[in-house]
DNA sequence: ATGAAAGCGCTAACAA
DNA sequence: TTGTTAGCGCTTTCAT
């Protein structure tokens, strides 16, 4: 089932169901609504093989995440995938698992199959490596501090969160605060040097060192985390997690030790999970539109090709992204685990 | 760059690199790596449009889920991911809201694009379109009763699970059993077939529709349904919910009405989700292997697509998956909820 | 407003 | 073992 095949049917040569196809202007209305009426009736469906071959275009996007069970993935991606839906892209998806082989083959496949752009959370590849790939491929690169004017981003205000969320705690009289901090991520430094910045303002006396423990960004690394912590710092009333996850294992944790959240533990997460008001006791966490960060994505993702492909004549050009960094805002949200 | 200029810097012909490429028999081997180093410094890809044109293959296949962001399909799809890429498998990923466009569009696009199978949670496509499209295009069913010879599934078995839940709760005493069923999926029924026929066996004098409520299998609709059960059942000690979402929905409600968990309102969840452990008081539940699950379904659309292409001369024909049904284990999990 | 011709980059079939 | 030919299905010139 061709594009010729429909011609024959409709009695008109293949440019003009081509014609039809693409909503192009020179073709009659009759002659259209004929063609597309013939397309319907033979089920027809245009090969994008060949389609892609001509165009060079695919309809097709990337999605590079570490693990797309950590269930802050998922939130992000559905207001990917509802953004590219609208635009007609098609989202192809790759796990990493932080390793620096595969976020370098997804984008080495991606770049293979003509893919229109991709968006990545990369842990394991540097600036440089990714801005070379950014030339080949349209790339917005998500939650991690990029330092290249090649590259284009989409961020969130990690210090800013992590501060309110020090400040809470501050404010509720802790004096002791620890950080549960993630051994993964570049993004991790920015809440690390957030929490070590804010917290000698209000604790001058602290020892920070002794004060970050770093484990898996997880709920059992969450545990084994606190658990650490409180055996080397047992005057500790207070800890900010890297996210929820470790929170929701700090938390955890604190049962374990017998110790009652917040009474004897205050526990503040980050990301706000769908599943943060219903843990217990309900998580304090900084709230991040995760869908909204999503969709800003794929927009940012798609100005960006929109640059690359110029328009018609006359139009005026807008502002470019290309190079942009979008920083998105993050909130605490007060619940009762501090 | 295309496989003509690796070609001339190679000093050899298109065809020879294409031998080298897809590591065909008939090249001397010193030609071969001459051709790779050649191909490994030009850095060259070969353009997946032109190859799928003539191989009509894609190494793309699509997962159509209703919402990525319900935390079960992150789990199943973990698990799927991992299995084929050790295929070659690049996954695009769809989201249909239930929707039956959605369902359908999903597939069409699938088809346009040659894509060599699709995995499917259906909720609103019926056998006989499924079929229709199986036809087309090799397809696994997920999780939903098929009655179609054509058809090949993949499930979970719902009824084991939903029978264990209701043989522990009578065990424990409880005679005023309800149920939160799921408004949406024809898997639904399957839960609730099992439940009514369960619990008749321990409650004769049971009502049982008004014990049977139905929400969307959200902690909203779980939250909002506990509710209604209760209100019309105040008698009601036990409820096991059509997932693990709507159980955490009861415990929420349950707390909201000053109801003690387990100890005045037991609660039963499905699904096993990673985070079934950590809310409070920790879910009892029924637990299925949702990454083992992906992978199944990985592997069984495989061999279906193995049958399509038929194998080289003389190899044993395997015995054929098409139409099969596949159900997996679901047994119950104790922890403190019930 | 429509048709004819060319060619995208690759691999299958055939020739050497 | 290697090279040559043909053609996959579509869109983009260009001609009518």
């Known amino acids: 089932m061709t594009i010729e095949d429909v011609a024959a049917a409709a009695g008109v040569s293949r440019q003009t169901v081509s014609r039809a196809l693409n909503n192009m202007a020179e073709i009659k209305p009759e002659t259209r609504q004929r063609v597309l009426a013939t397309i319907e009736r033979l089920d027809y469906r245009p090969n994008a093989f060949a389609r892609g071959m001509k ?47 595969r976020e370098e083959s997804a984008l080495n496949e991606l770049i293979a199959r003509g893919a229109d752009g991709v968006v990545g959370f990369f842990y394991a ?14 790339m917005v690169v998500s939650d991690r501090p990029v330092d290249h004017a090649a590259l284009t981003s989409v961020t969130t205000d990690f210090g800013a969160g992590i501060r309110a969320a020090v400040e809470h705690l501050v404010a509720s009289g802790h004096q002791q605060i620890g950080m549960l901090d993630s051994t993964v ?20 006396a602290a020892d920070l060192a002794g004060h970050v423990i770093q484990g898996p960004p997880t709920i059992p690394g969450g545990t084994a985390a606190l658990h650490e912590l ?4 047992p005057e500790i009333t207070a800890v900010v997690a890297f996210n929820d996850l470790m929170a929701i294992g700090a938390i955890h944790a604190a049962r374990e030790r017998g110790l009652a959240v917040p009474s004897e533990l205050a526990v503040v997460g980050f990301d706000d999970l769908s599943i943060a008001p219903y843990v217990f006791p309900p998580l304090t966490t900084v ?10 994505l794929a927009d940012v993702l798609h100005q960006l090709t929109a640059e690359r492909t110029p328009d018609r004549y006359g139009e005026r050009p807008a502002p470019s992204v290309s190079g942009s960094r979008v920083v998105l805002p993050a909130t605490l949200i007060v619940r009762e685990s501090a």
Chains 1, 2 share one sequence.
């Open 55 to 101: 165009t060079r275009k695919s309809n097709t996007i990337g999605l590079i995440v570490s693990d797309i069970s950590n269930p802050f993935y998922p939130a992000v991606a559905r207001g990917l995938f509802d953004a590219a839906e609208t635009v007609g892209w098609n989202v192809v998806v790759y796990n990493t698992d932080l390793s620096r082989r």
């Open 230 to 233: 409180l055996n080397a710092r």
């Open 287 to 296: 709230h991040t539109d995760k869908y909204a960060h999503g969709r800003r």
């Open 185 to 204: 991520g570049v993004a991790a430094d920015e809440r690390r040097e957030a929490f070590v910045e804010q917290v000698p303002v209000a604790l001058p």
């Open 125 to 138: 590849l540097d600036d440089a490596t990714l801005a070379r790939y950014a030339g080949d491929l349209p």
